[in-house]
C-alpha cells in the first residue's frame, strides 16, 4: 500500500475535465476505470499513436477521456454502452474537451453491435462492461484487431475477490472473470498478461 500512496504522489495530477468526471462518476456511484487504469490507457494510445479504438462500456466516459485525449489527429474511438443518460453525460465531457468529433458513441447492447460491426484493423479494444458477457465480447473482438493491436480488459481481480478459493456463494460475475481470465491467458491468437493495476488489468497482442 505505501507503494502505490508512493506512486499516486509521483503521477502528474490529471487534467481538470478528467479530476471533474472522476470526481461526478465516484459521487454517483458509477463504476469508472481507477485512475492508473485510465493513466494506462492515455500511454498505450500514445505509444501505439492509436487511430482506430473501440470500446465496449462507456458510463460517463472517464476511459473514453484518457483515451480520447491522447489520440493522434485522425484517431477516432467508436464506444458502445445502451445506457443514453449515463452517455449523454460523457458526451458533455467530450464536447468540453474538444473531442466529441473523435467519438462515436452507439447506445446498443455490445452483443447486438459486436457481430455486424463494420470496422476492422483495430488498434485497441477496450473492454469494461457486463462481465459474463466478457468470452463473448472477446470471440468477437480478436478478429477485428489488427496484428499486433491490443485487447485490454479491466476488472479481472475483481476487487482481490478473483485469487480466493471458489466457493458455492461465488457470484455470476465472478465466476465469469475467473473462466475469462483463464481463457484470455491461453488464447492461442494473443500474446497476454495480467498486470495488478488498478483492478487487475488484462493487456493481449493479437500475434495471429
Known amino acids: 500500500m505505501r507503494d502505490l500512496a508512493y506512486l499516486t504522489r509521483l503521477h502528474r495530477e490529471p487534467p481538470p475535465l478528467l479530476l471533474e468526471c472522476e470526481q461526478q462518476g465516484t459521487y454517483d456511484g458509477i463504476p469508472i476505470v ?18 482506430r479504438i473501440l470500446e465496449i462500456g462507456t458510463a460517463y466516459g472517464y476511459s473514453t477521456l484518457w483515451m480520447a485525449l491522447a489520440l493522434p489527429p485522425a484517431g477516432h474511438i467508436w464506444t458502445i454502452d445502451p445506457d443514453a443518460e449515463r452517455t449523454e453525460i460523457a458526451a458533455g465531457y467530450l464536447e468540453r474537451a474538444g473531442k466529441l468529433d473523435a467519438v462515436e458513441i452507439i447506445n446498443q447492447p455490445a452483443l447486438e453491435v459486436l457481430p455486424t460491426f463494420y470496422q476492422r484493423n483495430l488498434d485497441i479494444v477496450f473492454i469494461d462492461a457486463i462481465k459474463t458477457e466478457y468470452e463473448a465480447y472477446l470471440d ?6 489488427k496484428r499486433s493491436g491490443l485487447i ?3 476488472n479481472l481481480l475483481w476487487g482481490g475477490h478473483a485469487a480466493e478459493e471458489p466457493a458455492a456463494g461465488d457470484s455470476a460475475d465472478l465466476k465469469a472473470l475467473r473462466a475469462f481470465s483463464k481463457t484470455f491467458i491461453n488464447h492461442p491468437q494473443l500474446d497476454t498478461t495480467i498486470v495488478p493495476i488498478g483492478d487487475g488489468l488484462g493487456i493481449g497482442a493479437r500475434i495471429d
Not at 140 to 145: A, R
Request: aromatic share 0%; charged share 10%; with cysteine.
Open 34 to 51: 481507477d485512475r492508473a487504469v485510465g493513466q494506462m490507457l492515455s500511454v498505450l494510445v500514445h505509444c501505439m499513436q492509436a487511430n
Open 140 to 145: 468477437l473482438c480478436v478478429p477485428m484487431l
Open 152 to 154: 485490454v480488459v479491466d
